[in-house]
């Protein structure tokens, strides 16, 4: 059922039926299991042939409501929640891969998505293949006829590589393989890889989705048939969301289009400013002309998002001292939340790589990613500048 609605609407307005209680906020239905008023009814949901709820980990009205919500605004058949972004990333893999298949994903993805790739792939047979995202073409000299999934991350995290989803559906459609996209850095307010092809779409719901740093979540939603393989795998493996992070997150889901707007305005003009600092070698923001794919950005997402990098000059070390010098942001290995937050990937969470790998994703070594937060734009750009001041003398 399409809602009429627009999509800021349904984010706010979707919600589980009113109970006898005519309560006005969401209730959250904290409970493991459901009753049934005999044992036919109960028979009947067991054979899969009514919907009604039974068991937490299969489905819970609190965490129906929230993927309900994000199914409407990512514009998809369909959608399942899980308990964080790996999960989700991890069921999708595991719901459409057998021993023997191979995946082609870019080289430029989430660090525990690298390592379920790298590490845990080749304990099940699973195959890989890494492609450069800024040469989406490459990915057809790579399709195997065991290949199962395409995988990528637009915008990458950390680097903010942005690839044509356009591209990579078409070779998708023509092999008959399936387009998964993890779409955490733009949110399904700015972008929604559905419309340009995607067969998947997976978020991490702890980023942007709760945006205020408190729960973690994620949710696939897509396909219907493809959908109900990654439910079947969940409902008997149990990644499932918590209702009550469920109930934060839908309610968080009520606020998103504004906090968007916000981060990515604050954003932009954070980048803007930057351009012009002295101490950076470059500034990347995909709302940016200077972007390396900025058209592509243009066509596929209405607003930049909340994230902007840039490389230190001096690199590695001026990038620590940064980190030191900032009075307002956090130093914390989360984003998407409406404090600000600084992060240097070379020294944290790309520590593990080598100098190459990491280069090979964009993680040079004076890059710093911040998140921007809903503070007001000069305090986070004054932090920022009297940081980079006190790293460079
Ligand atoms: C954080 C993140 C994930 C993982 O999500 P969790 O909720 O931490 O499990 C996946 N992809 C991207 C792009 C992320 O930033």
Redesign the pocket.
Known sequence: MKSSYHPETDAVRLQTHRTEQMEHSTPMFLTSSFCFDNAEEMRAAFADETDDNIYSRFSNPSVDEFTRKMIALEGAESGFSTA???SA?FACFMAFMQTGDHLISSRSI?G??HTIITKFFPKWGFSHDYFDINDPASVEALVKPTTRMIYV?TPS?PGLEIVDMSILSAIAKKHNILLCV?N??ATPVIQRPVEFGADLVVH?A??WIDGQGRV???VVVGRKDLVKDVYTFCRSTGPSMSPFNAWVLSKSLETLHVRMDKHSASALEIAQRLERNPHLEWVKYPFLPSHPQYEIAKKQMSKGGGVVCFEIKGGLDKGRRFLNNLKLLSLTAN?GDSRSIASHPSSTTHAKLSETERLQVGITPGLIRVSIGLEHVDDIMNDIEQALEKSMA
């Open positions: 964080s972004g790996m990333i989430f525990s998505t991350e995290n993890d955490c850095f991490s702890t980023k973690l979540g994620g984003l």
